[in-house]
């Protein structure tokens, strides 16, 4: 796996087109700043889908731990959180 593929800018970019196909939103209904959850893009199960994509994208597991809003709150959050796992 090459991490220097993994920059922000990548991993927003695969994720934001993870979330439109998946969760048929357009890129523009996405508030990178504000929760997926709290503005009505996904659910609970959408927090689980989208741990799995990060699993079989970036290789790593997301713990039930690591699935809370410091880490999950944005779509900003969670390309830093996914950054900060695999440049471990």
Excluded: H, P
């Amino acid at each position: 796996m090459n991490k220097s593929l993994f920059t922000k800018d990548n991993i927003k970019a695969e994720l934001i087109v993870f979330l439109c196909r998946q969760f048929l939103v357009d890129e523009t209904d996405i508030d990178l700043e504000k929760s997926l959850v709290d503005t009505g893009i996904i659910d609970s199960m959408g927090l689980i889908e989208i741990a799995s994509f990060i699993q079989k994208t970036y290789g790593f597991k997301v713990t039930e731990e690591q699935m809370n809003r410091q880490n999950f709150g944005s779509v900003l959050k969670i390309v830093d959180f996914v950054e900060r796992e695999v440049n471990k």
